[in-house]
């Protein structure tokens, strides 16, 4: 069993189509996840400024309390309303890692 916390690291490159409006939503949404999720201890968002950036205009960082937490993130029934709009609005990358 995996003790350590683990990281979620996100990008999202935006769609064309995407308006500031859907932009600031998600923001808001990512961050409201906070106290609705089991074992997701800390979260951060925000617009990437970085000159490397490749691209993606949105980034985020999520603290887990332990792998289970972080494997049981994905299906949770308010991360996946999340996803349901918006996966149609980005190019998502993701990174997860033990600390």
Not at 69 to 87: E, I, K, N, R, T
Request: with cysteine.
């Amino acid at each position: 069993m995996n003790v350590y916390m683990c990281i979620h690291v996100f990008a999202f490159r935006w769609k064309p189509e995407v308006n500031e409006e859907q932009k600031q939503r998600v923001m808001i949404e990512i961050r409201n996840l906070q106290g609705q999720i089991p074992g997701l201890l800390e979260t951060w968002v925000g617009k990437n400024f970085s000159p490397r950036g490749q691209g993606y205009e949105l980034g985020g960082v999520m603290k887990f309390a332990d792998r289970a937490s972080l494997d049981g993130y994905g299906p949770h029934p308010v991360h996946q309303q999340l996803l349901s709009w918006l996966m149609p609005l980005v190019e998502p990358l993701e990174v997860d890692f033990a600390v």
